[in-house]
């Protein structure tokens, strides 16, 4: 295992390690030297993780209680060659089913790259404690220029510290949903077969880290669908979705007209026109017209 592998390269399975402490729930604290180990020798061979859909957790140890423990020990990793081959690699956890392990369905695409989500302001990260202290820190320049120019540094240099904060601060939630609600049904499996006190908090203490995922995520799709009159705690997540997909159906555009009165319909020959007509716009063909007209506006200011 070398840096020097020039050749499309994939590596996956069950690892038997993770990678950092949320990958893990329950048991132990995580062992910082196994962690070290295993992202030097990731490293060394110049492989990166895929990625995923769904749970974050791939094993359980079957267990309830205080010995239930989930773990991420199933990956998939490439290294950069296979990634250019295989742009639209998509990784999904599937349900555990026979097994204490989760299958990985591998999807390669070699058409469709993956898509980069433009900044999105999310309307929560304000009612967060620290989300201010961010803002003070980053809305800094160690330079002097136009008013413009710095103000538009401060809107970059914030955006990528807002984008680094929420994603340490929230993660992911939509895959912290599909996690917690894993850790859910076992603790819940477990009351109904011993209904004790100590189960019960423990039930309740995961169903409330569920809770805030899910209120985070209504919020998410709230903004999202841009239903500002819709009363919060009525979770619909597919009422949203409806709603989301038809603000993207009204946003489609499937045929224009061209300067001749002629309907364009095939995507190339739109993407073309929209070109040629914004290409004539700021195109200067005829000369300019005479003010005259300009004459006879009265003068509101004098010299001074």
Not at 114 to 128: C, G, Q, R, S, Y
Not at 129 to 155: M, Q
Request: hydrophobic fraction near 40%.
């Amino acid at each position: 295992m070398t840096r020097d592998m020039n050749a499309p390269w994939l590596v996956g399975g069950d690892f038997n390690v993770i990678w950092d402490e949320e990958e893990k729930f329950g048991g132990l604290p995580v062992s910082l030297n196994e962690i070290d180990d295993f992202r030097h020798c990731v490293n060394t061979c110049n492989l990166f993780d895929l990625g995923f859909k769904g749970s974050i957790f791939t094993w359980w140890n079957g267990r309830a209680e205080e010995d239930c423990i989930f773990k991420r020990l199933d990956r998939c990793l490439a290294n950069s060659q296979f990634q250019q081959i295989f742009p639209g690699i998509e990784v999904q956890h599937l349900a555990k089913t026979g097994s204490d392990h989760s299958p990985m369905y591998l999807k390669c695409d070699t058409e469709t790259p993956p898509i980069k989500k433009p900044f999105k302001f999310l309307n929560f990260w304000v009612e967060h404690e620290t989300f201010k202290d961010v803002v003070r820190e980053n809305w800094t320049a160690d330079f002097s220029t136009n008013p413009f120019t710095i103000h538009n540094h401060k809107l970059k240099q914030l955006k990528k510290a807002l984008s680094l904060w929420s994603k340490a601060t929230f993660g992911n939630i939509f895959q912290k949903i599909a996690s917690m609600e894993e850790v859910v049904m076992v603790h819940e499996a477990e009351f109904e077969a011993n209904p004790t006190g100590m189960n019960r908090e423990r039930l309740q203490k995961v169903k409330a880290e569920l809770i805030n995922c899910l209120a985070l995520e209504e919020k998410i799709w709230q903004q999202k669908a841009g239903m500002t009159w819709f009363k919060e705690g009525d979770r619909n997540t597919n009422l949203f979705h409806a709603q989301v997909r038809g603000r993207r159906k009204r946003l489609q555009l499937n045929r224009i007209q061209d300067s001749g009165g002629t309907w364009i319909e095939e995507e190339k020959e739109i993407a073309e026109e929209a070109i040629r007509f914004y290409e004539e716009q700021f195109t200067e063909i005829a000369s300019p017209s005479l003010f005259e007209i300009v004459e006879h506006v009265p003068n509101m200011m004098n010299n001074e």
